[in-house]
């Protein structure tokens, strides 16, 4: 979708709408709407709705990058901690080992 052809109540409903579905544990959306929003938000010539489009770009970097940080800590802690936590770790896993690393 080209942005440049929408009028900017429909540009400020789109990010909006990017941002909300980003609550649904979809941090990839508030990454994309960071970064499809963030020329209309920073860079274009002023308009009415620019400053609260603004306001859902940096709340959607922001949470992109705080949820992608919380993703891969606990990727890292269960790929090294899995095989200390016996049957835990393997009940947290859809692939059952055959023995411990």
Not at 11 to 30: N, Q, S
Not at 69 to 93: K, N
Request: hydrophobic share 50%; aromatic share 22%.
């Amino acid at each position: 979708m080209d942005l440049s052809k929408q009028t900017n109540e429909r540009k400020l409903y789109l990010c909006k709408c990017y941002f909300f579905a980003g609550f649904a544990l979809l941090p990839f959306m508030w990454a994309v709407n960071a970064v499809w929003f963030a020329q209309q938000a920073f860079i274009v010539p002023e308009f009415q709705e620019q400053k609260q489009i603004r306001r859902y770009v940096i709340l959607s970097a922001v949470g992109a990058i705080v949820s992608f940080l919380l993703y891969f800590s606990w990727i890292i802690t269960f790929q090294h901690y899995r095989a200390s936590w016996g049957e835990f770790g393997d009940d947290l896993s859809f692939v059952y080992p055959a023995g411990e690393a």
